[in-house]
Structure formats: structure tokens, C-alpha cells
């Protein structure tokens, strides 16, 4: 018995739950499984699958259309006919109400089935009424039924299943205790099962018992604050979903469709653990090939609509809005198509489209679904309380109706505060959305006092979120919560505007520092979780960090749990419950700030990646030469901040043109920018050129006097802007040769943040012997493709081709079916490293890597020789990606040699860049996508550069498109032969007078071929 007992709890792993280790946990419980996508298909939302089926299987064993559903509905029971008869037209009504999205009529419909069977034909309809109390009852009724349910079973496997499903719901009332003893009964009961003769029927009910113990384990475990184990017992559940399947090949449909609704119900619960431990990109490729799989067997078209929004909330996580969005339209065209209602799987749906609209700001068609969803909802008590007051108000506060958003934004604001206390970050940032509706009101009114008020509390919230306390640091930046930080911090600067305009130092200095920190928060979380992997071995640091991990999981869990508490009524609460976990959360505050004393005290280079604070502008202006000055821009909806720190101090400027106007004028450039494929390039956009240089520069180019050359901070979509490019006064691009660009007044640098900049200044000099190159170059990618020297070099990726609105694209972009041998090949790199070895007086042999030696493995292999940490110059001639351009891949990387085991192996990601070594001057990557052309490619980049600065390297040198070789080699080789030659001249000027020496050439004048090359970092030598 105990040899079963051992099997049944470990299982073996299918392989597509083998997926690779990630870290963090940042979501919510498990026991939002009542909301996956299986609610009405497999007929309950718990923890596992109905004991029997049957009347589910049977209705969506082939599409019904509504008219047809509505009928089953509608015909009178019969009469005089045999109990089979009668239970068979409950039996159909129930699936055709819960197909509809019925749930009075279903809940009706049972308890008229229960009432009209004898004893021993009961099973069935206490079940679903179980199930319906449930989901949109009283829970204790449902508790009630589910016991009356376990004493109907008349089989020991229905049995165990109801008791497994009876334990999830004593969970999610928090009863532990009777959950462990009715899950260890349900075990005893599933082992009692073997012990019967073996047959198909036997191994089927077994299979399907032992994947939902295993998914039940897996609750347990992450109830008890156990992540990994929670994960390990959902990734068992796998196998045994699939042997069910197997086994089910000779039984009837409907059951074989119940062994298929179990793997989903598998999948569903190993995803949502690889969510706990923040591996969303593990949880999207497990999601991808389980429906995949699916489709090859033919199964896929029950499970359609939830799946493809389970998708859209994978990506929403990502901030991939555009395919969340189409995403989740696929998801409601499907859920349409077979009711008209309004039911639950609508409204999560719809929910799930919200977001992604709200996250691509596009607030006239949020509106819509809000307005839509809330009339539809009217009427449906349970339904309406699935709408969340905080998103409603955000909407209706960007549509500019200011009273409604009051109404929901301050009920959103004491819903925060009653659950999670003054103190937690959700709490801070619904009191500044609430608080930036109030300034708004009182600016409209003139009302003074009102403003103040406003302004005050608007103030508070914002300190807050900059600094949240102890172990929610992080939560900033999940799902649409990076947007609404935004919308805050904005709302505030717009409070702090007309100070900052008088010449209020105090106020600028504030304005200053509020600015970085909303940049630098852009890119902050990626950065994190790679460098929590990265540190994951290391001695002393990666013990002190999962120690740190483990209490915000935990932390995580328990205001989750205090919430649900809180959402029932007074006399339902478990007041004594909620006392201890609060109590048990003062001890993980406690221990987390001896964690992250311990962390400063030993590790502070880390503690500053991790949890960079923005400088004052007086630090900033220590750091300053005079002949240097920093610029710092943030984009906000009305207008243009500008915040200009030289030596001499701070000064402010603004212009009028907000963050769409200026999105509009930098795409418009791009346009006549990045055409290198091009045999002729256009005429550079003037219009849009001269329009950005008055708004981002002009404004405070004469407060810097002489000083040229500037560092820019600025974040987003400016980004992606090539500053060298903007035209100083209006001209005629005809003769690019001759035009005022910036480049030739100013030397540029880029910077994440101005707290990565300060970083960088404070590190210490290299004053050892360092060997001056190395590189890596024409790596063989294994496909033995040849390209042509001179063309574009360009990647085609997934972010930018992939348009996933079916279920079939979807699953298409699985990891599985991309080649990485299709990566188009870069020979003419070798040219260029060549050259630049021979101006560096590099040792060809020694320094340069091509071919199968440009790998990650050699980088990693000279890492570990320190051999990288000995070099001036570290070169990648090879294609830059981002989260996206490749399906699977969560971080940027770089595409290195083949290594043979897939794309894990071959590219060199953040991850890896944190883990480097490094003393150098430069690191290049000479090659394409990696500065594209988005705010999301800029983020991805900063978090690059900041993992480069990490490990040790003062500045990167990279693109802002898919550059031509020819000018590219060209310049790259101008650069370094100036920076050999020039030993005291700054990064940056040997930058711009490479730049300029190609724009003195009538053939390589036009700036696609000088201007995509950007420094970010530390532009002096």
C-alpha cells in the first residue's frame, strides 16, 4: 500500500510540464481555479473534475446551436415515463443551461432533479447542486451538499474524487485541518479502489483520481506557503491526465472527454504554479503546447475560449497589450458563438479584453466594455461582483468623468485600505488614483483648499510607492499596476507643474527625482528577476535572497487570504484568523528588513541593482565636468518635462507637446530613418526632425551654454529617438551632407536612469593592464545559410510578425517550431571585427571568436578564466533581441553560435550578462533589433544595459534599427581607430566624430547610415 500511495503522490512528468527553473512568485491563490476556463465544461470550478461527467460530455460531444439548447430548456418534464427517461431530461436540461450561461436555471433545474430521484439516483444532482452553491451560493450550503454528495457516492472512485473536491472547498475557507483529513481520506479511498480486479474501467477512474489528488497536493502546498512543492505536485498531475487519456481510448465519449477535460484541468494548475514562481514564460510554452496537443487529438474545440484567455492573461502579465488584446477577442468570438447571454466566462472575458485595452491606453473603446459590462451585469448580482471598481474608475477618470471615477476610485481606495492596511503598495497606489480624481475635481472648482488637500495626499501616495515597504517591493510592476504607477506619478508632477514653472528649486529637485524614479521602475522588474537568478548560487548572497523570496511568497499568500476573509460578511469572518496572519506578517516584515540589512551591509553592488534609488540633483551635478551636462525628459499626456543639471546646478523647462503628439513626430522620422533595405533612402521627415529638436531640446539647449556633450535620460518611446538626428533649425534633407544636425553640435550619450548614470561615475578607474579586444562575430547558426555581404542585417521574430487571434497561430508559436538554424547568417561581421582588431592591435588569433567558437559557451568558458574581465573592448557582432522576438524568450539576449540542444543553449541572455565579469570600457553590439522601435524594445534594452553595467562595463554601443553592413562596419571601424588613437577623448566624441566622418561622405551623408548608432552609459573615457 505504501508503494501505491507513493506512486499516486509523485508520478512521473509529462514531458510538456518539463519545463526550465525560473524564481519569482508575485500572484494570487489557487483558488481562483472557481474562474478557469473548465467553470461550465467540466462542470465544477474546484480543485478537480466531477466524478461523473457525463451529462457534460455528452452536450459538447458536437456543437448545439442556441435555438436548440433554449428548447432543451423549455420542454415540461415528461410524464409517466421511467425514472432512466427523467433523469436523462434533467440531465440534458443541466448541460444546455450551463452551456447557455444559465445559472438560476441550472441551479432551478438541479434541485428539481434531486427532488424527483430515489436514494440511489442522487448522486449526480447533489452534485451539481454542490457545485452551483458553490460557485454562486452560500457556501456553506455548498459545504452542506458536498458532504450529503460523498454519502450518496456509490462507488469507491466517486467517492474520491467528491472527497477531494470537498477538501478544495474546506481550503478555500481556510479549514486546513478537515482539508488534509478529507484529502487523506480520499487517498485511502483512491488505494482501496486499486485493490479491485484491474481493468480499462479500473485504470481510467484511477488515472483521473490520481491527477486531481495530485493537483489537490499542490494546493495544500502552496497554502502552506510551499511554491516549489506546489509546483513539482502540478507538474505530477500531468502524467497520470495523459494516461487517463490513453486508457480512455476504448470507453465511451464521454468519458474519454473527461479524460481530456482532467489534462486541461492539469495543465491549468501547473501553468498557475509556474505563475506563482513568476516563470511566465515557462506557464505561456506549457500553455502553447498543451494546446497543441490538444489539437493534434482533435480535443481542442470545448476548451477553446478559455484557453486562449488564459493566454491573454499570460500575456497581459507581459505587458504584450496587442496580443493580449486579440488574444482575448478570439477568446469572446468563441464564447459568443455559442450564447448570446451574458454568463460568467463572458465577463471574465471581457474583463480580460479590458485590460488589455486599458493597457494600450486606447480609453474610448475601454469605455465601451465598461459601459457594456456594467448594464449587462445589472441584473446578475454575481455577475456585477466580478467587475473591479479600480479599472472602472481609471477609465472613467481618462475619459474625463470626473464623478463617476470619484465613486469607484474611492471605493476602490477603502476596499485596499480594509484589506491590506495603510502600509502595502496596492494600498498607496489606489490612494493615489483616488487622489489624483480629487485634484483634478478641485482644479475644475477652483477649489484651493480642495487642491491642497488633494495635492497632500497625492504626495503621500507617491513617497510611498517609491519606496513600499519591506516585502512589496516589486508589486509595481504587474499587469496594468506599471500603468496606474504611471498615471500617479504623473498626476503629481502635473501637481507640481506650476511650482516647477515659477523657479520653485525645491519643486524641481522633487520633479527631478520623481521622473527617474518612474524611468528607472520601467525596466526595474526584469532586471530583478534575472539577477535573482543569477545570484541564485552564489555563497552567502543567493541563501540571503531566497530567504527574501520565500517571505514574499509568503507575504503574497497571506494578504490574499486576509482579502478573501475581509470580502465576507462581519459574522462570517474568522476574525481570530485574520489576528494571527496579520500578527505573522509583522514577524516577515521583521525578518525581511534583517534580510535586507545584511544584503546592504555585505552586498551593496547588488543592493543597487536590485533596488536603485533616484539621486538628488545636486549628486548628479557633483559627477559633472564642465564641459557636460544631463538632461532628463519624461513624456506626460499634456505636455513635454524637461529637467537640464549641469555643474552650475538644476534648471526646468517644459513644452506643450504631450507623449501622443511627440509618439507621432519620432514614428513619422522613423519612417525616412530606418529604409537601410532601401537602394535609395528618402528625405529625412524635416518637419518631424526640427518639431522634436523645439520640444525635447530646444527648450533648454541655451541654458547649457557651451558645454556638448550631454547625457539624456529618457525612457519609453524617446527611447527609440536618435537625438544625433534632430535638426537644430529648419532645412532641406535633399542634401543630408550639408543639413544642422545635432550631431554636429553636440556629443549624445543615452542612459537608463540618472541612478544607473550615477552608478556608473562612482565606479572605480581601471588602472590594471588590460589586454585591449575581444570579440565574437559570424556565429554559425547551424543552418549553413549564406547571405550576401552588404545587405541589411535584419531578424525576422515572432513580436514583430506573429498576429495571434486564433487558437491555431496561437499554439503555432510554440517553442517546438521555431528554428533556430533559420537565423539569417552575418558574414560580412568578420570583415569588421578584422579591421577593428587590426586598429586596436589586437591579436587576431587570440581575441576573435567566428564561426561554431562565437558560442555562449566560449563567453562563458573566458568568463570563468577571467579572461573577459581583462579586456577594454567586448564586441558582439551578432543579432540583439528582446523579450518576444523569439517564442519562449523572456529576456533580452543575444544570438550566439548553434550549441546544438536548441535555443536554450545558444543565446547569451541578461541572466547570463549578470553572471559576467567584466572591467570594460565598451561592450558593442554591432548588429540589428536592439534598439527597435518601440517603448517596450527601449525598456528591454535599458534592462541590457543595466545587466552590462552590473557585471562591470562602463558603455554600450548599439542600434537603433536594422542597420546596412557596409556603413555599419564602416562606422564601427571609425570609432575604435579614433579610440585608439585619441586615448584622452571621451566615448561619446569619438562617437560623433565617426559619425561625422561618414556624414562628410556624399554616400554615406543620409542618417540611416551614422545616426542609428547610440551610446548608453558613460559617454566620458
Known amino acids: 500500500m505504501h508503494s501505491q500511495k507513493s506512486k499516486m503522490i509523485t508520478g512521473s512528468q509529462h514531458k510538456i510540464g518539463m519545463l526550465p527553473a525560473n524564481t519569482r512568485c508575485n500572484k494570487r491563490g489557487f483558488l481562483r481555479f472557481q474562474q478557469f476556463l473548465l467553470v461550465w465544461i467540466i462542470g465544477f470550478a474546484g480543485i478537480v473534475g466531477a466524478a461523473d461527467d457525463s451529462f457534460i460530455e455528452e452536450a459538447t460531444r458536437k456543437v448545439r446551436n442556441e435555438a436548440e439548447l433554449r428548447q432543451i430548456i423549455d420542454t415540461p418534464p415528461p410524464i409517466g415515463e421511467s425514472l432512466q427517461t427523467l433523469y436523462k431530461y434533467y440531465e440534458n436540461r443541466e448541460a444546455a443551461a450551463k452551456q447557455l450561461g444559465l445559472h438560476e436555471v441550472a441551479l432551478k433545474n438541479a434541485q428539481e432533479w434531486l427532488d424527483a430521484m430515489p436514494p440511489e439516483m442522487q448522486f449526480q444532482p447533489r452534485w451539481q447542486l454542490w457545485g452551483h452553491h458553490r460557485k454562486y451560493g452560500d457556501r456553506d450550503l455548498a459545504l452542506k451538499y458536498g458532504e450529503a454528495t460523498i454519502v450518496a457516492a456509490t462507488n469507491k472512485i466517486n467517492r474520491a474524487r467528491s472527497l477531494f473536491q470537498l477538501a478544495g472547498d474546506y481550503l478555500d475557507q481556510y479549514e486546513t485541518k478537515r482539508a488534509r483529513a478529507l484529502t487523506d481520506e480520499g487517498e485511502s479511498a483512491l488505494n482501496d479502489h486499486l485493490s479491485q480486479s484491474r481493468g480499462r474501467h479500473v485504470n481510467f477512474g484511477v488515472e483521473r483520481g490520481r491527477s486531481e489528488l495530485l493537483t489537490l497536493r499542490s494546493a495544500l502546498a502552496r497554502f502552506d506557503g510551499k511554491f516549489a512543492e506546489a509546483e513539482r505536485f502540478a507538474l505530477a498531475s500531468i502524467e497520470p491526465a495523459l494516461a487517463a487519456i490513453s486508457v480512455s481510448k476504448g470507453l465511451r465519449p464521454r468519458q474519454q472527454q473527461g479524460a481530456y477535460g482532467s489534462y486541461v484541468g492539469a495543465v491549468s494548475a501547473t501553468r498557475k504554479a509556474h505563475t506563482d514562481l513568476g516563470k511566465i514564460y515557462e506557464a505561456e510554452m506549457l500553455l502553447r503546447e498543451a494546446i497543441d496537443y490538444l489539437r493534434n487529438e482533435n480535443r481542442l474545440a470545448p476548451f477553446y475560449g478559455g484557453l486562449m484567455r488564459q493566454a491573454a492573461h499570460l500575456r497581459i502579465n507581459q505587458g504584450r497589450f496587442k496580443d493580449a488584446a486579440r488574444l482575448a477577442h478570439a477568446s469572446l468570438r468563441d464564447i459568443e458563438e455559442n450564447s448570446s447571454d451574458i454568463n460568467a466566462q463572458n465577463v471574465w472575458t471581457r474583463l480580460a479584453l479590458l485590460s488589455a485595452t486599458i493597457g494600450l491606453e486606447r480609453w474610448n473603446e475601454a469605455q465601451k466594455i465598461v459601459a457594456a459590462l456594467e448594464s449587462e451585469t445589472a441584473k446578475s448580482p454575481s455577475l456585477r461582483k466580478l467587475l473591479d471598481n479600480q479599472p472602472r474608475g481609471v477609465v472613467r477618470l481618462m475619459n474625463g468623468e470626473i464623478a463617476e471615477a470619484l465613486t469607484l476610485l474611492k471605493r476602490s481606495n477603502n476596499f485596499n485600505l480594509e484589506r491590506y492596511g495603510t502600509d502595502h503598495y496596492f494600498s498607496a497606489q489606489a490612494s493615489g488614483l483616488y487622489a489624483a480624481a480629487l485634484l483634478q475635481k478641485a482644479q475644475a472648482e477652483k477649489n484651493i483648499a480642495a487642491e491642497d488637500s488633494a495635492r497632500h495626499m497625492l504626495a503621500t501616495a507617491v513617497h510611498a510607492m517609491v519606496e513600499p515597504k519591506g516585502l512589496q517591493a516589486g508589486t509595481e510592476n504587474a499587469g496594468l499596476r506599471k500603468l496606474y504607477r504611471r498615471l500617479v506619478f504623473e498626476a503629481y508632477l502635473d501637481a507640481l507643474y506650476p511650482a516647477m514653472q515659477k523657479g520653485d528649486e525645491a ?236 550631431v554636429r553640435e553636440l556629443a549624445t550619450a543615452a542612459t537608463p536612469s540618472v541612478a ?79 579591421a577593428i582588431a587590426k586598429a586596436l592591435s589586437a591579436d587576431k588569433d587570440r581575441d576573435l571568436h567566428f ?79 536592439t534598439a527597435a522601435s518601440d517603448g517596450q524594445s527601449s525598456e528591454a534594452i535599458s534592462g541590457l544595459g543595466r545587466g552590462f553595467f552590473y557585471a562591470g562595463a562602463r558603455a554600450l554601443l548599439l542600434t537603433h534599427w536594422a542597420v546596412e553592413s557596409e556603413s555599419a562596419k564602416m562606422l564601427t571601424i571609425a570609432t575604435f581607430t579614433g579610440y585608439a588613437a585619441n586615448p584622452a577623448t571621451p566615448r561619446a566624441q569619438v562617437l560623433r566624430q565617426a559619425q561625422l566622418t561618414l556624414l562628410a561622405n556624399p554616400e554615406t551623408a543620409h542618417p540611416v547610415y551614422w545616426a542609428p548608432f547610440t551610446l548608453i552609459g558613460d559617454g566620458t573615457r
Open 507 to 742: 519643486s524641481i529637485v522633487e520633479g527631478f527625482r520623481i521622473a527617474d524614479n518612474l524611468r528607472g521602475s520601467s525596466v526595474q522588474q526584469a532586471v530583478v528577476d534575472a539577477a535573482i537568478r543569477a545570484v541564485a548560487n552564489m555563497p552567502g548572497l543567493g541563501e540571503l535572497i531566497r530567504q527574501m523570496q520565500d517571505g514574499q511568497r509568503e507575504t503574497v499568500l497571506l494578504y490574499d487570504h486576509i482579502a478573501r476573509q475581509m470580502d465576507e460578511a462581519p459574522e462570517r469572518r474568522n476574525q481570530q484568523m485574520v489576528t494571527q496572519m496579520r500578527n505573522r506578517l509583522l514577524t516577515l516584515e521583521k525578518q525581511h528588513a534583517d534580510l535586507l540589512a545584511s544584503i546592504r551591509q555585505r552586498f551593496p553592488e547588488f543592493d543597487q541593482l536590485a533596488r536603485p534609488a533616484a539621486p538628488e540633483a545636486k549628486m548628479v551635478a557633483k559627477y559633472l565636468g564642465p564641459q557636460e551636462a544631463m538632461l532628463s525628459i519624461l513624456l506626460v499626456r499634456s505636455r513635454t518635462y524637461l529637467w537640464l543639471v549641469t555643474d552650475a546646478g538644476i534648471r526646468f523647462a517644459s513644452s506643450e507637446s504631450g507623449r501622443e503628439q511627440v509618439s507621432a513626430q519620432i514614428a513619422n522620422l522613423r519612417k525616412t530613418l530606418d529604409v537601410a533595405s532601401q537602394d535609395s533612402p528618402p528625405a529625412v521627415d524635416a518637419k518631424a526632425a526640427y518639431a522634436l529638436y523645439k520640444t525635447l531640446v530646444g527648450p533648454v539647449r541655451s541654458l547649457a551654454g557651451k558645454r556638448e556633450q550631454w547625457t539624456i535620460a529618457a525612457g519609453g518611446v524617446l527611447g527609440t529617438l536618435p537625438f544625433s538626428a534632430l535638426l537644430t533649425r529648419p532645412a532641406n534633407t535633399q542634401k543630408p551632407a550639408t543639413a544642422p544636425w545635432l
Open 756 to 834: 544607473a548614470w550615477v552608478a556608473l561615475r562612482q565606479m572605480p578607474r581601471s588602472f590594471g593592464t588590460r589586454k585591449v579586444l575581444v570579440a565574437f562575430g559570424d556565429p554559425d547558426f547551424g543552418g549553413g545559410l549564406k547571405v550576401a555581404s552588404g545587405l541589411v542585417r535584419k531578424l525576422p521574430t515572432e513580436r514583430q510578425e506573429s498576429k495571434p487571434d486564433t487558437i491555431e497561430a496561437y499554439a503555432s508559436l510554440g517553442a517546438s517550431r521555431f528554428n533556430y538554424q533559420s537565423i539569417p547568417p552575418l558574414p560580412e561581421t568578420r570583415d569588421e571585427l578584422l
Open 851 to 929: 564561426g561554431k567558437n562565437a558560442s555562449r559557451n566560449t563567453v562563458l568558458r573566458l568568463n570563468e578564466a577571467k579572461e573577459l574581465a581583462q579586456r577594454q573592448v567586448v564586441m558582439f557582432a551578432t543579432h540583439g533581441l528582446i523579450p518576444g522576438d523569439l517564442p519562449g524568450l523572456g529576456q533580452p539576449a543575444i544570438a550566439l553560435a548553434y550549441a546544438g540542444k536548441g535555443m536554450e543553449d545558444s543565446l547569451l541572455t541578461l541572466e547570463d550578462v549578470l553572471g559576467l565579469h567584466l572591467d570594460a570600457d565598451w561592450i558593442v553590439l554591432s548588429a540589428c533589433n
